[in-house]
C-alpha cells in the first residue's frame, strides 16, 4: 500500500537539541496528523492540521500543514529523554477514512 | 476516561488457522478503524466501520473481514493465515470516522 515518505529515517541527537523531519506525498491531503509511536504501544496523537499553510504548536512541538497540501513538517525544540520514539506523519481527507501513514523517523537520544 | 481497548495483547497461531481480534472505542465514539503494522513500517489501512457499516477497505485480501456490533466494539477476522499477515494490529476510534483517530495498544500476531 501507499506509504509517505519521511525524512530523515533516523535522527541521533543530544539532549537538548532541536529536531525537524519532514514528510512528503505525491498527492493532496486535506488533513495532516502527526502521531509517536514507542515499541509496544499504539500511535499517540500528536498534532492535528487541517488548514493549508497552517502552524500548530504542541508545548515544544511545532507542526507546519504545507502549502501545496503535499507536505507536513514536525520540529521538537529541546530534545529530552522522553521525546525518543518513532514519528509517524499521516495524511487523511474528509470523507475519506483512512489514514495514510509514512514510513516514520526513528529518533535516538545520545547520553 | 478509558481509552481504545484491545484484546488479547499478544497471539501465536500457525499457517492456516484462523483468528479474530477484539476492539472496544472509546466511549461515545462511533467509528473503528483497522490497520496492519508490520515491523519496521508505518501502520496500513484495512477496514473502517461507522454506525455497524463498513465505510472503507483498504487493499487486503478477502480473507480479512471485520464486523462492528451495536455497542460500537468491533471484531477483525482473518482466515487462513500466512507467514505474512504477522504484524501488530492496530485499532483506532474516532467519534463519526471522518475525524481524529486515536489508536490503542494494538494485538501483536505472530504466525509460525
Known amino acids: 500500500g501507499q506509504q509517505l515518505n519521511q525524512s530523515p529515517q533516523s535522527m541521533f541527537i543530544q539532549e537538548g537539541e532541536d529536531v525537524s523531519m519532514n514528510c512528503t506525498s505525491s498527492?493532496?491531503?486535506?488533513?495532516w496528523l502527526w502521531y509517536k509511536q514507542e515499541p509496544g504501544e499504539g500511535p499517540v496523537l500528536l498534532i492535528a492540521?487541517?488548514?493549508?499553510?497552517e502552524l500548530t504548536s504542541n508545548g515544544r512541538l511545532t507542526a507546519q500543514f504545507g502549502i501545496t497540501r503535499k507536505d507536513s513538517f514536525l520540529n521538537i525544540s529541546a530534545s529530552i529523554p522522553s521525546d525518543v520514539g518513532i514519528y509517524f506523519c499521516?495524511?487523511?481527507?474528509?470523507?475519506?477514512?483512512?489514514?495514510?501513514f509514512g514510513t516514520g523517523t526513528r529518533l535516538t537520544i545520545i547520553p | 476516561d478509558a481509552g481504545v481497548t484491545q484484546s488479547p495483547t499478544h497471539l501465536i497461531k500457525t499457517r492456516g488457522q484462523h483468528v479474530t481480534l477484539r476492539c472496544s472505542p472509546i466511549?461515545?465514539?462511533?467509528?473503528v478503524s483497522w490497520y496492519q503494522q508490520v515491523l519496521g513500517q508505518g501502520p496500513q489501512f484495512i477496514f473502517q466501520?461507522?454506525?455497524?457499516?463498513?465505510?472503507g477497505r483498504g487493499n487486503f485480501p478477502d480473507r480479512f473481514s471485520a464486523r462492528q456490533f451495536p455497542n460500537y466494539s468491533s471484531e477483525l477476522n482473518v482466515n487462513a493465515l500466512l507467514l505474512g499477515d504477522s504484524a501488530l494490529y492496530l485499532c483506532?476510534?474516532?467519534?463519526?470516522?471522518?475525524?481524529?483517530?486515536?489508536f490503542g495498544p494494538g494485538t501483536r500476531l505472530t504466525v509460525l
Open positions: 466501520y461507522y454506525e455497524k457499516e463498513e465505510r
Open positions: 498527492s493532496i491531503f486535506n488533513t
Open positions: 466511549s461515545g465514539h462511533k467509528s
Open positions: 499521516a495524511g487523511a481527507n474528509f470523507g475519506n477514512e483512512k489514514l495514510t
Open positions: 492540521l487541517y488548514k493549508a499553510g
Open positions: 483506532a476510534s474516532s467519534v463519526a470516522g471522518g475525524d481524529t483517530q486515536y
